[in-house]
């Protein structure tokens, strides 16, 4: 067009001058024709053709609308947004946002809030909202597919996603992400009982609440593929069932959504479609698609036969675009916009020599889909180069919540979000991956309920006869079973049922086979072909089996390892109560059984008591951070959790390095069985140390004279022995421990083994002078618990409290604290922290457990009933929670009112009981 604008041309030169150029090098002498005789006829003709001399010109038009409306971007009629009274472009919205917002919405454009003016055609005009809160734009189009090689990495990671050392090391993943990932797969791996790769292909079927099911074929070839097999997918059903489906693909999966009319073997879907038929299916799914009818739009558009503005220049708004790429549709294929019931049964008649009409569909076959790549499959498929799997699901794997939540660009029919009937569809929070059930299983105990309740439960001998009308038959064993004789007999005497071998039919029931075995599974629930007993079937039967699959009445499923018929409502019955009982499992638990829980948690219940040295250093790494009076660890705390707890373990893990004590939070004087210290990992002193409300220090000028003196001795000299303190000091053993103790209750010295500090709440009665065996000789050496403490404020004291600071290797102090609490408590919520004096607000410790909760490391949901607030758990947590739920209540516990388990006042409305108090509290009632 442009070309025969400035000159005249001889059609075989023009010809010969396009062909010459590379993206028409392979132009058909038809199909040139075919456009020029397009251009050239009727009034509005852009082109001017010489029939005699085969020339051609432009028309007088063809300038202006060359000028104005040619390119190859298609439009997409978002709304340009302009700042007023500037004028200013600030971006564009959808026309879908822009037509259903209303003057005075504000929503974010960039990193700007705006508020709506006006909503003019094609333009809405804002001006800035000064911050306000926003509602976010959306925006509906063809999303770009992934190319094939992401589509083999993707694979490769499935295939070898289970291993997180992997991930980590060939697709340098960070070790939580890798984890994160592992648990994924293999949570799909579990529900599927297999992973859907290139090499294996996976159809999944579940009951959505509508009564419905969704059908998932798990295909991670990439969007392009997908949406070319999901449209020939919809198309077989269509012709199939004589009902169009919902669909969606995306890059990972399809998903169909069936009726209730839907039944058929989930195996024989693989076999729907034929590799030399399926493109021609895929052609005719087409038409009635948005797909095409956007992609007819866009040519129109470029090939200059619909005009992108109008008199003047200006724009033609985009309902108008349509509605005139809707009325030349009619002229060239007016099949697709036809009444269905004007049109003859089979396939529409294609005007293959339109050439708009050509290109539109070779553009919808090769660019927004690859129907030769789905050819390939579907002929790999038939000769068994790619696995098949056929699995039916009790609720959607992980694999298929992604297609399940698509965005409307997957979408293979124009049926809007609001009514997909994959909203339907609801799935439990799958809290770790060996809660996944068994693949395609029954519950039994879901199956016992259903076939009680559909076993009929006459009253009289006129309810019995009731029931024999629907169900086919009684047996005798039946009859006698369920003890029905004498209505039985009532009933032969009035000739109102008949014995036909062992089994009593109603006189007046049909003896067709189809309706007998209808009524039978209708009445008896999943039964089993070649099985023995009550719920067995014939292999006769198999043929009226098919036949009542085929009309949509009863489904395959599987029972005890075996394949089973059901009908159709009383599988999607057993479905919804095993549902209902793994929804139950989940459910919050309450106060007390939290508490049960607890005790298990800190393995103070009998049966979760530790062994062994192994076992105290557990016990503190879950206690760390939590002071306790120094008396109570070793008579009550260590021997409620470790089984025959000796006092020497504790000393080999604190003379070892791996456990320091001292006091943390708070200073003061107190007598020392009553001061409160913390054991924590040697590990972590640092990061505690950055947390304590006392690293400015202590005046020097609140401390006695000896603990003053012996301050001043471990400042200057560093760690020294027990001896080293007396013969430097001067001070006598007494007076020395003495000082010793006021500086742990200030929370400034600590030692080298918890036996310095056993000797000081066990002091001998017999007096000893210098010399001889020391009271506190063998306790290891003593230090100071913080460094630079002596004169608090100096550059030195700043300087320690950042290096303190700094020196955590987590992400942050509230991570650090969180990933703490939880291992102190299991579930974390807002009221355990009123036993606790971390110094850390509760919203900086949410903050952090949602940064946790993304990245998979604990579960966030509703635990324990009866408290508000977000609440967080460990994985482990969870499932013990769980288990503590199913347990009968055990006897309560008795343990010191100083133990990390007094929650009175917190998990019960009771008073508190003081933590200093000597009396017993009772956990768990």
């Given at each position: 067009?442009?070309?025969?604008?400035?000159?005249?041309?001889?059609?075989?030169?023009?010809?010969?001058?396009?062909?010459?150029?590379?993206?028409?090098?392979?132009?058909?002498?038809?199909?040139?024709?075919?456009?020029?005789?397009?251009?050239?006829?009727?009034?509005?003709?852009?082109?001017?053709?010489?029939?005699?001399?085969?020339?051609?010109?432009?028309?007088?038009?063809?300038?202006?609308?060359?000028?104005?409306?040619?390119?190859?971007?298609?439009?997409?009629?978002?709304?340009?947004?302009?700042?007023?009274?500037?004028?200013?472009?600030?971006?564009?919205?959808?026309?879908?946002?822009?037509?259903?917002?209303?003057?005075?919405?504000?929503?974010q454009l960039g990193n700007a809030s705006w508020k709506i003016l006006k909503v003019e055609?094609?333009?809405?005009?804002?001006?800035?909202?000064?911050?306000?809160?926003?509602?976010?734009?959306?925006?509906?189009?063809?999303?770009?597919?992934?190319?094939?090689?992401?589509?083999?990495?993707?694979?490769?990671?499935?295939?070898?996603?289970?291993?997180?050392?992997?991930?980590?090391s060939e697709a340098g993943l960070s070790e939580p992400a890798a984890r994160q990932v592992s648990e994924f797969v293999e949570a799909g791996a579990r529900a599927l009982g297999a992973v859907p790769t290139r090499e294996c292909v996976i159809l999944e079927r579940f009951f959505d609440e509508s009564g419905g099911m969704q059908l998932v074929l798990h295909s991670p070839f990439g969007g392009r593929i997908n949406r070319a097999w999901g449209l020939a997918?919809?198309?077989?059903?269509?012709?199939?069932?004589?009902?169009?489906?919902?669909?969606?693909?995306?890059?990972?999966?399809?998903?169909?959504?069936?009726?209730?009319?839907?039944?058929?073997?989930?195996?024989?879907?693989?076999?729907?479609?034929?590799?030399?038929?399926?493109?021609?299916?895929?052609?005719?799914?087409?038409?009635?698609?948005?797909?095409?009818?956007?992609?007819?739009?866009?040519?129109?558009?470029?090939?200059?036969?619909?005009?992108?503005?109008?008199?003047?220049?200006?724009?033609?708004?985009?309902?108008?675009?349509?509605?005139?790429?809707?009325?030349?549709?009619?002229?060239?294929?007016?099949?697709?916009?036809?009444c269905g019931e004007t049109l003859p049964p089979g396939d529409l008649p294609v005007p293959w020599e339109h050439p708009i009409v050509r290109q539109t569909i070779e553009d919808c076959l090769e660019e927004a889909m690859d129907a030769e790549g789905m050819v390939r499959l579907l002929r790999d498929l038939r000769r068994g180069r790619i696995r098949k799997r056929a699995v039916d699901t009790s609720e959607p794997s992980p694999f298929a919540l992604g297609v399940l939540h698509a965005m409307p660009y997957a979408f293979l029919d124009d049926a809007p979000l609001e009514e997909r009937r994959t909203q339907a569809v609801m799935q439990r929070r799958a809290l770790d991956v060996h809660g996944a059930d068994s693949v395609g299983a029954l519950d039994p105990e879901a199956v016992a309920r259903v076939r009680d309740e559909a076993w009929p439960q006459p009253e009289n001998a006129e309810e019995l006869h009731e029931a024999l009308l629907w169900m086919g038959y009684l047996t005798d064993d039946e009859v006698c079973g369920s003890g029905w004789q004498e209505w039985i007999?009532?009933?032969?005497?009035?000739?109102?049922?008949?014995?036909?071998?062992?089994?009593?039919?109603?006189?007046?029931?049909?003896?067709?086979?189809?309706?007998?075995?209808?009524?039978?599974?209708?009445?008896?629930?999943?039964?089993?072909?070649?099985?023995?007993?009550?719920?067995?079937?014939?292999?006769?039967?198999?043929?009226?089996?098919?036949?009542?699959?085929?009309?949509?009445?009863?489904?395959?499923?599987?029972?005890?390892?075996?394949?089973?018929?059901?009908?159709?409502?009383?599988?999607?019955?057993?479905?919804?109560?095993?549902?209902?009982?793994?929804?139950?499992?989940?459910?919050?638990?309450?106060?007390?059984?939290?508490?049960?829980?607890?005790?298990?948690?800190?393995?103070?219940?009998?049966?979760?008591?530790?062994?062994?040295?192994?076992?105290?250093?557990?016990?503190?790494?879950q206690l760390a951070g939590f002071e306790i009076p120094a008396a109570a660890w070793e008579t009550s705390i260590f021997p409620a959790r470790v089984r025959g707890y000796r006092p020497d373990w504790l000393d080999h893990l604190t003379l070892t390095g791996e456990v320091a004590w001292g006091r943390i939070w708070g200073a003061g004087e107190a007598a020392i069985r009553t001061t409160p210290i913390t054991l924590l990992p040697r590990r972590d002193l640092p990061q505690w140390m950055s947390l304590s409300e006392v690293a400015r220090g202590v005046a020097a000028g609140t401390l006695s004279t000896r603990g003053q003196a012996l301050f001043d001795l471990l400042t200057s000299r560093g760690a020294l022995f027990a001896q080293e303190l007396e013969s430097v000091s001067g001070l006598l053993p007494t007076h020395l421990g003495m000082a010793l103790s006021e500086l742990i209750a200030r929370g400034m010295v600590t030692c080298d083994s918890f036996g310095g500090l056993r000797r000081l709440l066990r002091p001998s009665k017999t007096p000893r002078r210098f010399g001889q065996k020391s009271l506190i000789a063998p306790a290891g050496r003593w230090s100071l618990l913080r460094p630079a403490l002596a004169t608090p404020g100096t550059a030195e004291a700043a300087s320690w409290v950042a290096s303190v600071a700094g020196g955590s290797e987590r992400e942050s102090q509230a991570e650090f604290v969180a990933l703490q609490l939880l291992r102190r408590y299991g579930v974390l919520q807002r009221r355990l922290l009123e036993r606790e004096r971390i110094p850390l607000p509760w919203r900086n410790l949410v903050r952090a457990c949602r940064h946790?909760?993304?990245?998979?490391?604990?579960?966030?949901?509703?635990?324990?009933?009866?408290?508000?607030?977000?609440?967080y758990a460990l994985l482990d947590a969870v499932e013990l929670l769980r288990s503590t739920r199913k347990r009968q209540p055990t006897s309560a516990l008795s343990l010191s009112a100083s133990d990390p388990l007094n929650l009175h006042g917190i998990l019960t409305p009771s008073q508190r009981i003081s933590t200093q108090s000597r009396s017993r509290i009772q956990v768990g009632t």
């Amino acid at each position: 067009m442009a070309a025969c604008v400035p000159e005249t041309w001889d059609e075989d030169d023009l010809f010969a001058a396009l062909t010459r150029a590379w993206p028409y090098r392979e132009l058909s002498r038809k199909d040139f024709d075919s456009v020029v005789r397009l251009h050239s006829q009727g009034r509005l003709a852009l082109l001017h053709r010489d029939g005699v001399r085969k020339r051609l010109r432009a028309t007088r038009r063809a300038r202006i609308t060359a000028l104005t409306s040619g390119g190859a971007i298609p439009d997409t009629a978002d709304y340009q947004v302009l700042l007023e009274p500037e004028g200013a472009l600030i971006g564009s919205v959808h026309e879908d946002f822009a037509v259903e917002a209303n003057v005075g919405d504000i929503f974010q454009l960039g990193n700007a809030s705006w508020k709506i003016l006006k909503v003019e055609p094609g333009i809405v005009r804002v001006t800035d909202a000064q911050g306000a809160p926003p509602s976010l734009p959306f925006w509906l189009g063809e999303a770009p597919a992934r190319s094939a090689e992401l589509s083999d990495a993707v694979s490769r990671i499935r295939k070898q996603g289970r291993d997180p050392h992997w991930l980590e090391s060939e697709a340098g993943l960070s070790e939580p992400a890798a984890r994160q990932v592992s648990e994924f797969v293999e949570a799909g791996a579990r529900a599927l009982g297999a992973v859907p790769t290139r090499e294996c292909v996976i159809l999944e079927r579940f009951f959505d609440e509508s009564g419905g099911m969704q059908l998932v074929l798990h295909s991670p070839f990439g969007g392009r593929i997908n949406r070319a097999w999901g449209l020939a997918l919809r198309k077989r059903f269509c012709r199939g069932f004589g009902f169009e489906l919902q669909a969606a693909a995306n890059e990972e999966a399809i998903v169909l959504s069936l009726g209730p009319h839907h039944s058929f073997s989930l195996e024989e879907v693989f076999d729907y479609l034929h590799p030399d038929t399926a493109r021609d299916v895929l052609v005719q799914a087409l038409f009635p698609s948005p797909l095409f009818l956007t992609r007819w739009r866009w040519n129109l558009t470029r090939s200059l036969v619909l005009s992108r503005t109008q008199r003047g220049g200006r724009r033609v708004p985009a309902p108008l675009l349509r509605m005139r790429a809707d009325d030349q549709l009619v002229l060239a294929f007016p099949q697709v916009l036809a009444c269905g019931e004007t049109l003859p049964p089979g396939d529409l008649p294609v005007p293959w020599e339109h050439p708009i009409v050509r290109q539109t569909i070779e553009d919808c076959l090769e660019e927004a889909m690859d129907a030769e790549g789905m050819v390939r499959l579907l002929r790999d498929l038939r000769r068994g180069r790619i696995r098949k799997r056929a699995v039916d699901t009790s609720e959607p794997s992980p694999f298929a919540l992604g297609v399940l939540h698509a965005m409307p660009y997957a979408f293979l029919d124009d049926a809007p979000l609001e009514e997909r009937r994959t909203q339907a569809v609801m799935q439990r929070r799958a809290l770790d991956v060996h809660g996944a059930d068994s693949v395609g299983a029954l519950d039994p105990e879901a199956v016992a309920r259903v076939r009680d309740e559909a076993w009929p439960q006459p009253e009289n001998a006129e309810e019995l006869h009731e029931a024999l009308l629907w169900m086919g038959y009684l047996t005798d064993d039946e009859v006698c079973g369920s003890g029905w004789q004498e209505w039985i007999e009532l009933l032969r005497s009035q000739s109102r049922v008949l014995r036909e071998r062992d089994r009593w039919f109603a006189a007046e029931t049909s003896r067709e086979p189809k309706a007998i075995l209808r009524g039978r599974l209708e009445a008896l629930g999943p039964m089993t072909v070649g099985g023995a007993g009550r719920f067995a079937l014939s292999p006769e039967d198999e043929p009226v089996l098919l036949a009542l699959e085929h009309e949509g009445v009863i489904l395959r499923c599987r029972l005890e390892q075996q394949q089973t018929w059901c009908d159709r409502r009383l599988l999607a019955r057993i479905h919804a109560y095993t549902l209902g009982r793994l929804r139950r499992e989940i459910e919050p638990v309450s106060a007390a059984t939290f508490w049960r829980f607890l005790a298990c948690w800190q393995h103070a219940e009998e049966s979760q008591r530790l062994d062994g040295p192994r076992g105290v250093a557990e016990v503190v790494q879950q206690l760390a951070g939590f002071e306790i009076p120094a008396a109570a660890w070793e008579t009550s705390i260590f021997p409620a959790r470790v089984r025959g707890y000796r006092p020497d373990w504790l000393d080999h893990l604190t003379l070892t390095g791996e456990v320091a004590w001292g006091r943390i939070w708070g200073a003061g004087e107190a007598a020392i069985r009553t001061t409160p210290i913390t054991l924590l990992p040697r590990r972590d002193l640092p990061q505690w140390m950055s947390l304590s409300e006392v690293a400015r220090g202590v005046a020097a000028g609140t401390l006695s004279t000896r603990g003053q003196a012996l301050f001043d001795l471990l400042t200057s000299r560093g760690a020294l022995f027990a001896q080293e303190l007396e013969s430097v000091s001067g001070l006598l053993p007494t007076h020395l421990g003495m000082a010793l103790s006021e500086l742990i209750a200030r929370g400034m010295v600590t030692c080298d083994s918890f036996g310095g500090l056993r000797r000081l709440l066990r002091p001998s009665k017999t007096p000893r002078r210098f010399g001889q065996k020391s009271l506190i000789a063998p306790a290891g050496r003593w230090s100071l618990l913080r460094p630079a403490l002596a004169t608090p404020g100096t550059a030195e004291a700043a300087s320690w409290v950042a290096s303190v600071a700094g020196g955590s290797e987590r992400e942050s102090q509230a991570e650090f604290v969180a990933l703490q609490l939880l291992r102190r408590y299991g579930v974390l919520q807002r009221r355990l922290l009123e036993r606790e004096r971390i110094p850390l607000p509760w919203r900086n410790l949410v903050r952090a457990c949602r940064h946790l909760e993304l990245r998979g490391e604990i579960r966030g949901g509703r635990f324990i009933a009866g408290f508000s607030g977000e609440q967080y758990a460990l994985l482990d947590a969870v499932e013990l929670l769980r288990s503590t739920r199913k347990r009968q209540p055990t006897s309560a516990l008795s343990l010191s009112a100083s133990d990390p388990l007094n929650l009175h006042g917190i998990l019960t409305p009771s008073q508190r009981i003081s933590t200093q108090s000597r009396s017993r509290i009772q956990v768990g009632t």
